[in-house]
C-alpha cells in the first residue's frame, strides 16, 4: 500500500449543520487532467470543546451541504463537557463524492481533527 498519512484539522467548527467539514482532493484540469481523484481512510477523530459551557456535535456523511436522515455518521447531538475532549477511532473510507457535514451548537465553540491516511483512487 503506498497511502501517506494525513491529518486535517484542527477546524473550528460553525452552528450551521450542513457546513462542508471534510472531502477528499480532486484531480481536475490543468497539469492534473486525467489524474484519478484521491482517498481519505479516517482512522481517528477528536473534537476539542475550549469554552467552560457543555457542548454538542453532530456530523453526517454524504452529499456535500447536506445533512438528510440516514446519513447520520458520529456524535448525534453528543455533548462534550467544558474543557475536554472527545476521541473515536474508527475505520471510514471516503471517496471523492464523499463529504462529512456538520457543526457544533455554537459557533467555535469545538474544534475536531481527523487523522488517517490519503491514496490515490485509480
Request: hydrophobic share 40%; glycine share 10%.
Amino acid at each position: 500500500m503506498n497511502n501517506k498519512a494525513f491529518r486535517s484539522g484542527p477546524i473550528a467548527l460553525t452552528a450551521t449543520l450542513t457546513t462542508n467539514i471534510l472531502n477528499p482532493p480532486t484531480a481536475t484540469g490543468g497539469t492534473n487532467a486525467g489524474s484519478s481523484s484521491q482517498y481519505l481512510i479516517i482512522r481517528k477523530v477528536t473534537v476539542v470543546n475550549k469554552t467552560s459551557a457543555t457542548r454538542t456535535i453532530s456530523l453526517w456523511l454524504g452529499a456535500t451541504g447536506a445533512n438528510a436522515a440516514g446519513t447520520e455518521f458520529l456524535f448525534q447531538g453528543t455533548s462534550i463537557p467544558a474543557n475536554s475532549s472527545l476521541e473515536r477511532v474508527c475505520y471510514c473510507r471516503l471517496d471523492a463524492a464523499d463529504f462529512i457535514v456538520g457543526s457544533a451548537d455554537a459557533v467555535t465553540s469545538l474544534s475536531i481533527m481527523f487523522e488517517g491516511e490519503i491514496g490515490v483512487a485509480g
